[in-house]
């Protein structure tokens, strides 16, 4: 069974562009979380969608959404991006009601 | 609300030494708990996971991590390094497989395996 699917797997962008990054979770699975990590905060919750619904929402500002697809592929989008938002971006699925998550690789975001 | 407190940034040992890793949890509920490596460059990769089942957890690369609801504590230990197991660990917390189903994690630490 292949795995969390993240492209690309490193971007460099601009202050003031935006970025969407894509993920393809494990097939069968209908959950799909995103986390930011980076040096000085860690690992923090972006958000969560079910079945094309966000189920959950991190402390993020609003420059950061995500939507899903009925084929449970998700993307997250930046706009307006700050030097802060460089950082290695996750995603994460899960089955309905299974308690772990298994991890992409992730996109290295740099913003310069 | 849910927290973790990983204990230390880095732990360095010797090869053919124990690894031992703390972690402390908060949670207003029963809690599943999760350790996570991540080598560089890469993602998180499960390594065991405490569902409320058995107290005591096998996972892969020879870990195991015990359950102490006493303590609030589930630490992850492995008998003998090696130096592949030099990576970071992140301990994690989520309350529930339903509608709150967010993972929320610890800082990580890193692991130096000294030959």
């Known amino acids: 069974k292949a795995g969390v699917t993240q492209t690309p797997r490193y971007l460099i962008k601009t202050r003031g562009q935006q970025v969407t990054l894509s993920c393809s979770p494990i097939?069968?699975?209908?959950?799909v979380s995103w986390y930011q990590q980076t040096p000085g905060q860690g690992l923090q919750f972006l958000f969560e969608?079910?079945?094309?619904?966000?189920?959950n929402k991190g402390n993020f500002p609003g420059r950061f959404s995500g939507r899903q697809f009925s084929n449970s592929r998700s993307e997250m989008n930046v706009s307006t991006l700050e030097l802060g938002d460089s950082a290695l971006y996750l995603c994460?699925?899960?089955?309905?009601?299974?308690?772990?998550?298994?991890f992409g690789q992730g996109t290295r975001l740099t913003v310069v | 609300a849910q927290s973790v407190t990983q204990l230390g940034s880095h732990v360095s040992v010797s090869e053919g030494a124990l690894v031992l890793l703390r972690c402390n949890y908060s949670?207003?509920?029963?809690?599943?708990l999760f350790w996570y490596v991540q080598y560089p460059n890469q993602g998180l990769q499960l390594l065991l996971k405490?569902?409320?089942?058995?107290?005591l957890v096998k996972g892969i690369n020879g870990f195991e991590a015990e359950f102490k609801k006493s303590e609030t504590s589930f630490h992850l230990t492995k008998p003998s390094a090696h130096m592949s197991d030099a990576a970071e660990y992140f301990c994690?917390?989520?309350?529930?497989?339903?509608?709150?189903?967010?993972?929320?994690f610890g800082k990580g630490i890193t692991l130096s395996v000294r030959p």
């Open positions: 994460a699925s899960s089955p309905w009601g299974n308690t772990e998550a298994f």
């Open positions: 097939s069968g699975h209908r959950s």
């Open positions: 969608y079910f079945s094309e619904t966000q189920r």
């Open positions: 949670s207003s509920v029963p809690p599943y």
């Open positions: 405490y569902t409320s089942a058995a107290t």
């Open positions: 994690a917390v989520k309350n529930d497989t339903g509608a709150n189903s967010k993972l929320t």
